[in-house]
């Protein structure tokens, strides 16, 4: 969801302070739709007000140690969760440093700062505030009005995709290099009524695709990617996620679109009959869960890699040149880039911010994204003993083998969906930043 470009500062009086109109506006309270409400103690320090913004953007601020600065963290979150409003309930008790810095914040992040103060006229921090900076005033009922309307840009409500095939789907048998663009060659060896199923999920998808390219005229390549991300993470099997790619790609492609029609081609020529895809959303899911909660966007990050990647070897080198600013792409230390699940990317948009703000001269490519005390970057021991500080369950991010993505209990599908991002879909060579 895009910020929006308004970056002016709106000053609501209300001297009424209805109980009901604050109750609605936390009901309204949104992140995923980027409203949020922030109702900081009138007693807080400038530190107080940095953590009850954390807490307002749904972190954890007490995890943070003593060493941490937290106003640096209330940035990064602001920019990666793209926020459209921020409210500051309460304006009234606020400072003016406070206040000035959580202004400042809106502004370099792009979203607008309402200032919600239960008086008739602005204090004097508030009234010091304004005097140098573009603003205007609301009422209460304006900004509930607002609140209620969903962004006119909203994506969020979900692609409406067709559930899994369920756990019995038909195997597909490895094929052969040169037959990978063919629904036939997908299905060959299996029986009429398997092959018949096969034929049905493909034609969906393909339908699926071409109706998505119908609602959405020119869409960017990493939009093009989102969407096979949605049509194939639902399958319950590798073997039907593989037919639904496959399908959506070759429709894409007959569109004119320059996709690889051999993107999958390392998944195509082995056996996934055997694969559990679930166990894949569930990590997703849990590690996002996680990842959610951590203020600090160096341990939210770690969270993610280690889903992602499973090995601490591997985690430890990614650098910042291997994150794309959205958090949409990373690459492996040999250069494969791997698509990231949307409910992971803001933890590394907010840790790539933090490192690379755009204000400052861009970093050393090699500088690694989680920092540490060899050669720069976390030990395999640091990344363990951080993990199961932050309760990260083993099954998580320790892998069974290095080849566990296509055999044994880490098999889940992972490969097939790492597939979809713009840079392999188009064979883009460029950076991923």
Same mark, same amino acid.
């Given at each position: 969801?895009?910020?929006?470009?308004?970056?002016?500062?709106?000053?609501?009086?209300?001297?009424?302070?209805?109980?009901?109109?604050?109750?609605?506006?936390?009901?309204?309270?949104?992140?995923?739709?980027?409203?949020?409400?922030?109702?900081?103690?009138?007693?807080?320090?400038?530190?107080?007000?940095?953590?009850?913004?954390?807490?307002?953007?749904?972190?954890?601020?007490?995890?943070?140690?003593?060493?941490?600065?937290?106003?640096?963290?209330?940035?990064?979150?602001?920019?990666?969760?793209?926020?459209?409003?921020?409210?500051?309930?309460?304006?009234?008790?606020?400072?003016?440093?406070?206040?000035?810095?959580?202004?400042?914040?809106?502004?370099?992040?792009?979203?607008?700062?309402?200032?919600?103060?239960?008086?008739?006229?602005?204090?004097?921090?508030?009234?010091?505030?304004?005097?140098?900076?573009?603003?205007?005033?609301?009422?209460?009922?304006?900004?509930?009005?607002?609140?209620?309307?969903?962004?006119?840009?909203?994506?969020?409500?979900?692609?409406?995709?067709?559930?899994?095939?369920?756990?019995?789907?038909?195997?597909?048998?490895?094929?052969?290099?040169?037959?990978?663009?063919?629904?036939?060659?997908?299905?060959?060896?299996?029986?009429?009524?398997?092959?018949?199923?096969?034929?049905?999920?493909?034609?969906?998808?393909?339908?699926?695709?071409?109706?998505?390219?119908?609602?959405?005229?020119?869409?960017?390549?990493?939009?093009?990617?989102?969407?096979?991300?949605?049509?194939?993470?639902?399958?319950?099997?590798?073997?039907?996620?593989?037919?639904?790619?496959?399908?959506?790609?070759?429709?894409?492609?007959?569109?004119?679109?320059?996709?690889?029609?051999?993107?999958?081609?390392?998944?195509?020529?082995?056996?996934? /009959?055997?694969? =559990?895809?679930?166990?894949? &959303?569930? #990590?997703?899911? @849990? +590690?996002? %869960?996680?990842? !959610?909660?951590?203020?600090?966007?160096?341990?939210?990050?770690?969270?993610?890699?280690?889903?992602?990647?499973?090995?601490?070897?591997?985690?430890?080198?990614?650098?910042?040149?291997?994150?794309?600013?959205?958090?949409?792409?990373?690459?492996?230390?040999?250069?494969?880039?791997?698509?990231?699940?949307?409910?992971?990317?803001?933890?590394?948009?907010?840790?790539?911010?933090?490192?690379?703000?755009?204000?400052?001269?861009?970093?050393?490519?090699?500088?690694?994204?989680?920092? /540490?005390?060899? =050669?720069?970057?976390?030990? &395999?021991? #640091?990344?363990? @003993? +951080?993990? %199961?500080?932050? !309760?990260?369950?083993?099954?998580?991010?320790?892998?069974?083998?290095?080849?566990?993505?296509?055999?044994?209990?880490?098999?889940?599908?992972?490969?097939?969906?790492?597939?979809?991002?713009?840079?392999?879909?188009?064979?883009?060579?460029?950076?991923?930043?």
């Amino acid at each position: 969801m895009a910020r929006t470009a308004e970056r002016t500062v709106t000053l609501i009086l209300d001297a009424g302070d209805e109980l009901a109109d604050l109750e609605e506006l936390r009901r309204l309270h949104s992140r995923p739709y980027g409203q949020i409400l922030c109702e900081p103690d009138p007693t807080a320090t400038r530190t107080g007000l940095a953590h009850h913004l954390l807490a307002a953007l749904g972190k954890h601020p007490g995890d943070l140690t003593g060493e941490v600065s937290p106003w640096p963290l209330v940035e990064c979150h602001l920019k990666a969760e793209r926020v459209r409003d921020l409210v500051l309930a309460r304006a009234q008790t606020l400072t003016y440093a406070g206040v000035r810095r959580v202004a400042d914040l809106a502004h370099n992040a792009g979203i607008g700062l309402w200032l919600w103060s239960a008086t008739e006229r602005p204090t004097p921090a508030l009234a010091q505030l304004l005097e140098a900076r573009p603003h205007k005033q609301a009422t209460v009922g304006e900004l509930l009005q607002r609140w209620r309307r969903l962004p006119p840009d909203h994506e969020l409500d979900g692609l409406s995709v067709d559930p899994g095939a369920g756990p019995h789907y038909p195997w597909l048998t490895p094929c052969e290099p040169e037959r990978l663009r063919s629904r036939t060659a997908l299905a060959s060896g299996l029986t009429a009524p398997a092959r018949r199923r096969v034929a049905e999920t493909w034609v969906n998808a393909s339908d699926w695709t071409d109706a998505w390219l119908q609602d959405n005229c020119e869409p960017t390549r990493q939009k093009v990617a989102d969407a096979l991300h949605a049509l194939v993470a639902v399958g319950d099997t590798a073997s039907e996620q593989i037919t639904r790619a496959q399908a959506a790609i070759m429709t894409l492609h007959r569109s004119g679109a320059p996709v690889s029609r051999t993107v999958l081609q390392r998944d195509l020529i082995h056996r996934y /009959g055997e694969s =559990r895809p679930h166990q894949w &959303r569930d #990590a997703v899911s @849990r +590690a996002a %869960e996680l990842a !959610d909660q951590a203020a600090d966007p160096h341990d939210a990050a770690l969270i993610v890699l280690s889903a992602i990647f499973r090995d601490p070897y591997t985690t430890a080198r990614v650098r910042i040149a291997d994150v794309t600013r959205d958090g949409a792409i990373v690459r492996t230390p040999w250069g494969l880039p791997h698509a990231v699940p949307p409910p992971l990317r803001a933890p590394l948009a907010a840790q790539y911010h933090r490192l690379h703000p755009e204000t400052a001269p861009p970093p050393p490519l090699h500088q690694p994204l989680l920092s /540490g005390t060899t =050669r720069g970057r976390m030990t &395999r021991p #640091a990344i363990e @003993r +951080a993990l %199961e500080r932050l !309760d990260a369950p083993t099954s998580l991010w320790k892998s069974q083998g290095i080849y566990d993505e296509f055999e044994g209990p880490g098999l889940d599908g992972r490969t097939i969906l790492a597939a979809l991002n713009p840079i392999s879909l188009f064979n883009e060579n460029d950076s991923p930043s």
